[in-house]
């Protein structure tokens, strides 16, 4: 292969369209809390569905909250021996999300992606928006990133972009066109960042970031334009593959697969680091072309309109549907501003040609035919206001299923949206709606290849050591065990926890450091990007668990009693209106708590008076109710 320098481009923003348990009082900060602005623009799931909440272009920039010098893991010695390479994943490998790994060198650091992941609701981090990798070992190294290299457009390998760009130092990000609208598309909701320097590259094009070369080469996955990364060292390549699977014909590769991957185990390679997603299923995945067969077959026979829920990331799958729709003569509707934006995205990046009159706006529904109408929608998850939920409950404007509509769902169900989707199903069987979803049908397929595929892929690259990543520990392990029972030596597979610090010296040798890059979590919370606040998130828990009690009463501070019964206003904890006698036990309790603990006090110490209250309301609250809500005392010496 030949050396070349690609193109580097500075882009403008694209535009498109009692004997009870003891529980530990809670006690409120002595300090008001300040008041935070309307958290920035979030999906709701990995794969698409709609925002919550618009961000404003006046919204202010983000604040950064950065570790003290001296705070986190033990200190990693710099990297000097030009017979070494280090690698450290520090997201993604303990989680499906916020997939960011660094391989470094003597002379060059370099990033491999930039993901966040996504926050359920039944996590213990209410109100944070994103997690997102922790940089904290890139930050204290700043003078050796060179850039940031892309594999694909998802939000679990891009979404981090926005949020970490400035405290890498603004890198060069290398990717291919499609990733990089994609990520100019993200990069508009946050005017107040400069703008990015993205250096296209192109399969097979071997480039040189700062003394290091890499060689992107092609891989299949649910999006156009995803790459695996060859990073070439002195003394072999060390492979990431990103995200993938392999198109096959009953579990045989394709010619092209076998050419791609063949290519690859020409050279002599170091170490593989492949995509764990899927490992726990055995064989080989789904094909995309079968899928497309069966949908087109769908379009085809349907005799009512046919509303599709997948994902907006799903570009391939999308461009099939318009394609098969325009040869049938039918029209197109698209629900939900993800759908929207990635059409457009991907007419841009010239990969969709659509006639002017196939897609229509969702008004005119009822002017064409049922069986004329196919409608792509996001929701497919059951989020609560995609287009397909409101469809689905008949909250949408323009949508109202009848008996001869077919929803077909695909697209598989993320894990933790069990319940969500289930809903869905449900609200769309009550109004009689026929469902056809991947369990019954092959209408979805992965975008991530089974443990079949990946054995056949580690047996092609033929690698000498192997590091199982982008999974749970769970899929890391089932993938690592796979690739063992293929006869790979299974002292030379690497299982690895975020921070992890691999290191390979002279390509023989290899030892996981004593010592881990940070691995505290870092969240993205309203404008906020820096560690998890523990304090705050345990408070969040505290209201959302118990609620809050609030008392404020005024106290004479020449005589330590109070001018009048105390004032109490209770949130998610009791109804005041059905919980007089509480409420009346509760005032005298403080009354007595005040005057009892100001006696003979001069002056009269307000904050030590509001610990007592808050122990004792706290320990009544628990014996009375089994409780324990937030307590917040507020005194007005007069």
């Known amino acids: 292969m030949t050396s070349s320098t690609p193109q580097r481009r500075t882009y403008q923003p694209y535009r498109a369209g009692a004997g009870l348990p003891q529980r530990t009082a809670r006690r409120a900060p002595k300090s008001a809390a300040s008041v935070r602005p309307a958290r920035p623009q979030r999906p709701l799931r990995r794969n698409g569905g709609t925002a919550r909440r618009p961000r404003s272009f006046t919204n202010p920039p983000l604040q950064h909250r950065h570790a003290p010098e001296n705070a986190?893991?033990?200190?990693?010695?710099?990297?000097?021996?030009?017979?070494?390479?280090?690698?450290?994943?520090?997201?993604?490998?303990?989680?499906?999300?916020?997939?960011?790994?660094?391989?470094?060198?003597?002379?060059?650091?370099?990033?491999?992606?930039?993901?966040?992941?996504?926050?359920?609701?039944?996590?213990?981090?209410?109100?944070?928006?994103?997690?997102?990798?922790?940089?904290?070992?890139?930050?204290?190294?700043?003078?050796?990133?060179?850039?940031?290299?892309?594999?694909?457009?998802?939000?679990?390998?891009?979404?981090?972009?926005?949020?970490?760009?400035?405290?890498?130092?603004?890198?060069?990000?290398?990717?291919?066109?499609?990733?990089?609208?994609?990520?100019?598309?993200?990069?508009?909701?946050?005017?107040?960042?400069?703008?990015?320097?993205?250096?296209?590259?192109?399969?097979?094009?071997?480039?040189?970031?700062?003394?290091?070369?890499?060689?992107?080469?092609?891989?299949?996955?649910?999006?156009?334009?995803?790459?695996?990364?060859?990073?070439?060292?002195?003394?072999?390549?060390?492979?990431?593959?990103?995200?993938?699977?392999?198109?096959?014909?009953?579990?045989?590769?394709?010619?092209?697969?076998?050419?791609?991957?063949?290519?690859?185990?020409?050279?002599?390679?170091?170490?593989?680091?492949?995509?764990?997603?899927?490992?726990?299923?055995?064989?080989?995945?789904?094909?995309?072309?079968?899928?497309?067969?069966?949908?087109?077959?769908?379009?085809?026979?349907?005799?009512?309109?046919?509303?599709?829920?997948?994902?907006?990331s799903q570009f391939a799958r999308m461009i099939h549907i318009i394609a098969i729709c325009e040869k049938l003569g039918k029209k197109v509707i698209t629900e939900g501003r993800s759908i929207k934006t990635n059409i457009d995205i991907a007419q841009k990046a010239g990969i969709l040609t659509v006639q002017r009159d196939t897609i229509i706006p969702v008004q005119e529904i009822d002017n064409y035919p049922a069986d004329r109408i196919v409608v792509i929608s996001t929701g497919a998850q059951g989020e609560e206001f995609a287009a397909l939920m409101r469809i689905a409950t008949k909250q949408h404007k323009y949508i109202a299923l009848g008996p001869r509509d077919t929803i077909m769902l695909s697209s598989s169900i993320i894990p933790g949206n069990e319940l969500s989707v289930q809903k869905l199903k449900d609200n769309l069987y009550r109004q009689g709606a026929h469902i056809i979803h991947y369990r019954s049908s092959d209408v979805h397929s992965t975008g991530h290849g089974n443990s079949g595929e990946l054995v056949w892929m580690n047996q092609q690259v033929k690698p000498r050591f192997f590091l199982p990543a982008y999974g749970y520990h769970s899929m890391i392990r089932c993938h690592a065990y796979a690739v063992a029972e293929s006869g790979f030596p299974q002292e030379n597979i690497i299982i690895a926890d975020n921070g992890s610090v691999i290191e390979i010296k002279n390509g023989t040798e290899l030892a996981v450091r004593k010592e881990k890059a940070p691995t505290e979590l870092m969240v993205v919370d309203g404008f906020t990007v820096g560690a998890r606040q523990e304090v705050v998130l345990r408070d969040r828990q505290s209201l959302a668990q118990d609620g809050m009690f609030v008392i404020i009463a005024t106290i004479n501070v020449k005589t330590g009693t109070l001018r009048k019964s105390p004032d109490i206003i209770s949130r998610?904890?009791?109804?005041?209106?059905?919980?007089?006698?509480?409420?009346?036990?509760?005032?005298?309790?403080?009354?007595?708590?005040?005057?009892?603990?100001?006696?003979?006090?001069?002056?009269?110490?307000?904050?030590?008076?509001?610990?007592?209250?808050?122990?004792?309301?706290?320990?009544?609250?628990?014996?009375?109710?089994?409780?324990?809500?937030?307590?917040?005392?507020?005194?007005?010496?007069?």
């Open 72 to 312: 986190g893991a033990p200190i990693i010695p710099p990297l000097t021996d030009p017979e070494s390479v280090r690698v450290i994943p520090l997201g993604g490998v303990e989680e499906v999300g916020k997939n960011m790994l660094v391989v470094e060198t003597s002379n060059d650091i370099l990033i491999f992606d930039a993901g966040f992941q996504f926050v359920s609701e039944e996590s213990d981090a209410p109100g944070i928006n994103y997690i997102l990798p922790n940089t904290e070992y890139l930050e204290q190294n700043k003078d050796k990133i060179r850039g940031l290299v892309i594999t694909h457009g998802h939000l679990d390998h891009i979404g981090g972009i926005p949020f970490l760009i400035e405290r890498l130092g603004n890198p060069p990000i290398y990717t291919r066109y499609l990733t990089s609208l994609m990520i100019l598309k993200r990069q508009e909701e946050f005017p107040h960042l400069p703008k990015v320097n993205i250096v296209l590259v192109e399969p097979w094009q071997r480039i040189k970031i700062g003394s290091t070369y890499i060689k992107p080469f092609p891989v299949t996955h649910s999006i156009p334009d995803s790459m695996g990364i060859s990073v070439e060292t002195k003394h072999g390549n060390i492979v990431i593959s990103g995200d993938l699977k392999l198109e096959h014909e009953d579990g045989v590769p394709s010619e092209t697969e076998k050419k791609v991957w063949g290519t690859i185990g020409k050279d002599t390679n170091l170490l593989f680091v492949a995509d764990s997603t899927n490992a726990e299923k055995t064989g080989f995945s789904i094909p995309e072309t079968r899928v497309h067969t069966n949908i087109e077959e769908i379009i085809r026979s349907v005799r009512g309109r046919l509303i599709i829920g997948t994902f907006a």
């Open 572 to 638: 998610g904890f009791v109804y005041l209106r059905e919980s007089q006698a509480l409420l009346s036990e509760a005032r005298a309790l403080i009354r007595r708590t005040v005057e009892q603990n100001t006696a003979h006090m001069h002056p009269i110490n307000l904050d030590f008076v509001k610990d007592r209250i808050t122990d004792a309301v706290t320990g009544f609250l628990l014996q009375r109710t089994n409780k324990t809500p937030m307590v917040i005392p507020v005194l007005i010496g007069v």
